[in-house]
């Protein structure tokens, strides 16, 4: 009536001849009210169910990584790189020091499958990523985010000169003669542009637009060169858009009317 008893619990991995064994250890106090009379130790083989445990961890581990990679690059996807543009464009609002969202589109990349077969293609799209995430610097983040479509995080960018520079660099390597499966390849990149801060509130997704926007401009003026996200020119697209749609509204709503219609001789 006089003893108690005190157990704990725990795991300790112990070498054996066969391999590390984990084992769980039961640490018992028998004691008399002063006097310590001695330990009762118990240990259980609990090898699998750590095992088991570990398994778990690196299946999630791994299923949370391949969840946010392109599985043919190994680049980062969509995903993630919203992530790392978010947390960015919060670490630009505290230090102020500007950041720069790079969109690139292959120029001429769908002859390649079309002509050599989806292997070349993929192969073509993984050498042309390695040289790209080649010319980055530490920090800077190159994600893979549709069939030959890449976009680029560049932090701490300074002023547009220096993204320039960088960017510039991704166009080269974009742009270098490939020799895949004895094929001599010669493709471009089209690039957009654009910067944050900005005089407006943007988000992230705003920002990857306005790169893709600045893309489909450098495409349409001769491809394999860079445009910058012009505001100005978003707002003259936006009021000819407007004036587009008040038109067709009109029409559906019977507002538009014809009274005459030249017949000319061609």
């Known amino acids: 009536a006089d003893e108690s008893e005190t157990s704990v619990g725990r795991q300790l991995r112990i070498p054996v001849a066969s391999g590390d064994r984990w084992f769980e250890l039961s640490i ?33 581990s791994r299923a949370a990584r391949d969840a946010s990679l392109d599985s043919l690059t190994g680049l980062p996807n ?58 980055l610097r ?32 991704l166009l080269l390597a ?18 957009g542009v654009t910067t ?6 943007l988000d992230a997704d705003q920002l990857i637009r306005q790169a893709d926007q600045a893309m489909y401009t450098a495409k349409g003026t001769g491809k394999n060169r860079i445009e910058y996200f012009d505001p100005k020119l978003q707002q003259s697209e936006l009021r000819v858009t407007g004036n587009c749609r008040a038109f067709f509204e009109a029409m559906e709503k019977g507002e538009v009317h014809l009274y005459y219609q030249p017949h000319i001789n061609m």
């Open 28 to 60: 018992s106090k028998k004691q008399s009210v002063t006097i310590l009379k001695h330990y009762i130790v118990l240990a259980r083989d609990v090898t699998e169910r750590m095992d088991s445990k570990r398994e778990l961890r690196e299946t999630r």
């Open 78 to 135: 969509r995903v993630l790189f919203v992530d790392r543009l978010l947390q960015a464009m919060r670490q630009v609002e505290r230090s102020g020091e500007p950041l720069a969202v790079a969109f690139i589109d292959l120029d001429d990349f769908k002859p390649v499958n079309d002509n050599f077969g989806h292997e070349v293609g993929d192969e073509t799209l993984v050498r042309i990523a390695a040289r790209m995430l080649g010319t």
């Open 138 to 169: 530490e920090g800077d983040t190159l994600a893979r985010v549709g069939g030959d479509e890449f976009v680029t995080l560049l932090p701490r960018c300074g002023d547009r000169d220096q993204s320039a520079k960088i960017i510039h660099r």
């Open 174 to 191: 974009a742009s270098e003669t490939l020799f895949v499966d004895n094929h001599r390849l010669v493709l471009g990149a089209s690039i």
């Open 196 to 201: 944050y801060p900005q005089q407006e509130n």
